[in-house]
């Protein structure tokens, strides 16, 4: 069946950068469009950003635009998400999920289990 393995996450001060990785195992990335989500305390799961398969626009929530960047590696069945500037509300677990199809919209189906990210002010 295979399965997505979310790495990078931590704890960083306000201001500070994180880098996140989802790494394939057992399945491909290919053909498919990727997202990241998170979960804050509390609240519901929310859309991060994604990238459509054969697309070079990726897209962002509004909370994260111009902070975020979401990239992937086909060749190494890895997408990333830099975050920049983070800010103590960023604080959340991230989640890597694969879409269903090639586009962003989803539905997405595959999800990882997920890493924390806590953000200090």
């Known amino acids: 069946q295979g399965q997505l393995v979310e790495s990078g996450g931590g704890l960083v001060q306000a201001g500070g950068s994180l880098r996140l990785a989802c790494a394939a195992s057992?399945?491909?990335?290919?053909?498919?469009?990727m997202g990241w989500f998170r979960r804050a305390p509390g609240k519901e799961r929310e859309f991060v950003a994604a990238?459509?398969?054969?697309?070079?626009?990726?897209y962002y929530a509004d909370s994260v635009k111009g902070r975020f960047t979401i990239s992937r590696d086909s060749a190494n069945n890895t997408v990333y998400l830099q975050m920049n500037s983070l800010k103590p509300e960023d604080t959340a677990v991230y989640y890597c999920?694969?879409?269903?199809?090639?586009?962003?919209?989803?539905?997405?189906?595959?999800w990882g289990r997920g890493t924390q990210v806590t953000v200090s002010s």
């Open positions: 999920a694969r879409s269903q199809s090639y586009h962003y919209t989803g539905p997405y189906d595959s």
């Open positions: 057992g399945r491909t990335f290919s053909g498919y469009a």
């Open positions: 990238i459509s398969w054969g697309s070079t626009s990726p």
